[in-house]
């Protein structure tokens, strides 16, 4: 029952997010999305604008996530050595 929010009095993680509350925030972007999606309204501009960054982030999130553990990695060992 973990996982639905009902912890152990001895349960200790870094990481755990339970099911609830945060399902409710999930649901609630699904639906704001289609009535914004919906609108004729000053949000539209998200759709057809990009942001290059975030852009770039979302479609190569894969490859960041694989190179910047080791690139931190090596960052570190060569700042312990100087």
């Known amino acids: 029952m973990t996982y639905l929010g009902f912890k152990e009095p ?11 509350p945060w399902i ?3 649901i609630l972007g699904y639906f704001l ?3 914004i999606k ?10 057809k604008k990009g942001i ?5 982030a979302g479609k190569n999130s894969l490859r960041i996530y694989l ?6 990695y090596l960052g570190l060992l060569a ?3 100087f």
Not at 38 to 47: A, T, V
């Open 10 to 20: 001895n349960f200790y993680s870094t990481d755990y997010f339970s099911l609830f």
């Open 24 to 26: 409710f925030l999930f």
């Open 33 to 35: 999305y289609k009535i």
């Open 38 to 47: 919906n609108r004729d309204h000053k949000y539209k501009i998200l759709y």
């Open 52 to 56: 290059g960054w975030i852009e770039f």
């Open 67 to 72: 190179l910047h553990q080791p690139v931190i």
């Open 79 to 81: 700042y312990s050595y």
